[in-house]
């Protein structure tokens, strides 16, 4: 057989550990990534303290930077108070920057650009800090150098270990195991691509596809046919598959929710070269593999250290308003009680993260027995998709059409904040008879907690369709920063007191 035509020799298959194995490694290497970045941290102030205090400078350097005398030289003992706190919210601002995402996910000039303005901006929120609160500081000159050196340093430790990555990929070590969906025109050009970049960290097990290729002069390699596009789930099984590129004809598009459903429920990473540019740009990541563009979905950017620091700007809000909002909601129970008979408070099973049921809590704006008069109004209802809204429903009570128009309803659910079953802004939790309507995307706004609020409230309200409503509910997820929530609040304030979209 002419050695033109075998498969690509690779590393041999072995058996993959559990997937709880891989998870403990991930988050070992991760917490080794952090441990190396602090160390790098401390040795960079050390070395800028050596720098400030005890390195001998040329003339004129000499006569700038070594300004003091001896005598009030400052231990570095002295500067602990301020590196401690400096190590830790730069390790923040490196987690919730994604840093410390797989290397695959940040390009080396992505993680240099974020280690730069990162330490730049906690840098400057020091320097304001420490010399509003002590103004005669022992040396403004040791931030600057500390600057420098720990962008250095963590600028080179990143270089080196990126070149020692590369090394070992294009060796055939610690190698990505790669399956393909798809074996003619573009399926072909992506498992070309593979093959001739091992650098870039994968291995090329196979493609599936119905019809396996077969050698002619026009073929020049010929890859593994590991079977067809529906034995996906087995082949990921057999062959301990860790990422799935799905690079079918246009005409096969129709097969990819299924594919991708499959890639998610067995926790495998899948990307999707397009044979046409017909997807949404704005919620995925584009990446080049020899001429051919792969799409990857964004990640949901709400986990992690972003989650954590959302929780906290949750329950601080919820607390230091409690005040404020807890009259306002007893002055509102009262007024519920005296307009119409019945519980001032209206209890419903909502879905919240991952799909979780949880008992959201509302001021009651309509009649009693609205859920049982909900079945005779369907006829009337004014919304897309799943959702069932009426302008002017007939169950509404006087003084909750007023309720309803300012949001006001909507105060008890800061108990759901409180229990972490919603955040203050973040998609509106949906009915179980809602979700199950869903189509296959529409899922994934369910992998961030539900909100008292979001965009597609600021945006417009029950106005917004409900397919915008994902589309937005999507971006904030994959996109969302402290800044977007500020942004989201202020623009909720002429909503809510205008009463635009609310019914």
Excluded at 352 to 360: A, H, I, V, Y
Excluded at 416 to 440: D, K, Q, T, W
Aim: proline share 6%.
């Amino acid at each position: 057989m002419d050695r033109s035509l075998r498969p690509p020799v690779g590393p041999a298959l072995t058996v993959d550990p559990p997937s709880w194995v891989r998870r403990r490694s991930q988050h070992a290497a991760v917490l080794g990534f952090v441990l190396a970045d602090q160390i790098l941290i401390f040795i960079g102030f050390a070395i800028a303290y050596w720098m400030r205090y005890l390195a001998t400078w040329p003339e004129p350097l000499n006569r700038i930077i070594v300004e003091v005398a001896t005598q009030n030289q400052v231990a570095f003992l002295a500067f602990l108070p301020i590196l401690f706190p400096m190590m830790v919210l730069l390790g923040l601002r490196f987690a919730a920057r994604g840093i410390y995402r797989s290397s695959r996910r940040i390009s080396l000039i992505d993680q240099i650009s974020v280690l730069v303005s990162s330490t730049l901006t906690v840098l400057s929120t020091l320097i304001v800090f420490v010399f509003l609160y002590k103004p005669f500081y022992y040396s403004r000159l040791i931030f600057v150098f500390s600057g420098a050196t720990i962008i250095v340093l963590l600028s080179s430790w990143r270089i080196a270990l990126s070149g020692y990555r590369h090394w070992c990929w294009s060796r055939g070590v610690a190698q990505e195991r790669v399956l393909v969906v798809g074996g003619t025109g573009l399926g072909q050009q992506v498992m070309n691509g593979l093959a001739a970049s091992p650098g870039l960290g994968y291995t090329l097990i196979g493609y599936l596809d119905d019809r396996p290729i077969v050698a002619n002069g026009r073929t020049p390699r010929i890859y593994r046919h590991v079977g067809q596009v529906e034995d996906l789930e087995h082949a990921i099984a057999e062959y301990a598959v860790q990422q799935v590129i799905i690079a079918l004809p246009f005409w096969e598009h129709g097969r990819m929710p299924d594919l991708v459903q499959t890639c998610r429920d067995l926790g495998v990473g899948y990307q999707v070269a397009p044979d046409f540019y017909q997807l949404s740009f704005d919620r995925v990541d584009m990446l080049q593999l020899s001429g051919v563009p792969l799409l990857r979905p964004k990640e949901i950017s709400l986990n992690g250290t972003n989650l954590a620091i959302k929780r906290l700007i949750d329950v601080g809000t919820v607390l230091l308003s409690a005040p404020i909002t807890v009259p306002v909601a007893l002055l509102i129970a009262l007024a519920i009680r005296l307009d119409s008979r019945g519980s001032a408070l209206f209890r419903q099973q909502r879905v919240g993260k991952d799909g979780q049921l949880f008992t959201c809590y509302k001021f009651r704006t309509m009649v009693p027995d609205a859920e049982a008069r909900k079945a005779d109004l369907h006829t009337l209802n004014e919304a897309d998709g799943p959702l069932f809204k009426i302008r002017d429903d007939p169950r509404v009570t006087r003084i909750g059409g007023f309720l309803r128009r300012r949001s006001l309803d909507e105060l008890p659910q800061l108990w759901n904040v409180l229990r972490g079953e919603m955040s203050l802004i973040g998609p509106r939790p949906a009915l179980p008879e809602e979700v199950a309507r869903y189509e296959h995307g529409q899922h994934r706004r369910l992998e961030v907690l539900p909100g008292c609020a979001g965009l597609s409230q600021a945006l417009g309200r029950s106005d917004v369709s409900f397919d915008e409503q994902v589309r937005l509910d999507l971006y904030y997820a994959e996109n969302w920063s402290i800044s977007m929530d500020l942004r989201i609040l202020i623009m909720i304030i002429p909503a809510v007191i205008g009463g635009h979209g609310a019914y």
